[in-house]
Each structure stands twice: as structure tokens, then as C-alpha cells.
């Protein structure tokens, strides 16, 4: 799976894991040279509190296009220490 957005790869992965339609990948398989930290916050009454980080490619910037649980509840364990996207970031494989 790829995750791109502005002609540029964000995230490659063999190793997804599908949640509600969003394919999250693994932390080390991001550019994290194209990843700026936000201070926007969700919550999901079963996955847990959300964090987002802006994707910046070039002179253009997606604000809030990523994000991550890094303290997911238990039914949610399986997405700790990984990203999904949205925000007109295209994720195929």
C-alpha cells in the first residue's frame, strides 16, 4: 500500500492494518521529512484520543491529513505506533 498526496509517497507498506475503511501504516514506514506535528486532538469512544500531524510537500501543506493513537483503548491495540490519512491523501495498493 502507498499513501501519496501532491505527487509525493508518504507511506509504503506490505503491512496495513484496515479499521473502519482507513488503512493504517506502520511509524517507520512514513517520510517523516514530509510530517509537521499539529496540536489538533480527536477522540473516539472505542479507539481512544487521536493526534494529527500536517503532510508538507514542497510549498503546500495538508493540514491535520495524518493521524495516530499513540495510547489506544484495548480494542484498538492493533493501530498503536501507526498513521492513516485522509484529506485528499490517496492510499492504494
Known amino acids: ?3 501519496i498526496w501532491n505527487g509525493t509517497v508518504l507511506a509504503e507498506s506490505d503491512d496495513t492494518v484496515v479499521v473502519e475503511g482507513n488503512h493504517y501504516f506502520p511509524a517507520d514506514s512514513i517520510d517523516a521529512a514530509c510530517f509537521v506535528d499539529s496540536d489538533h486532538t480527536s477522540h473516539c469512544p472505542w479507539k481512544g484520543d487521536a493526534r494529527y500531524k500536517s503532510v508538507r510537500v514542497g510549498d503546500r501543506t495538508n493540514e491535520n491529513a495524518a493521524w495516530y493513537y ?7 491495540e492493533e493501530i498503536r505506533g501507526r498513521f492513516a490519512f485522509w484529506k485528499g491523501v490517496e492510499v492504494s495498493g
Open 1 to 3: 500500500m502507498k499513501a
Open 70 to 76: 499513540p495510547d489506544p483503548k484495548p480494542a484498538a
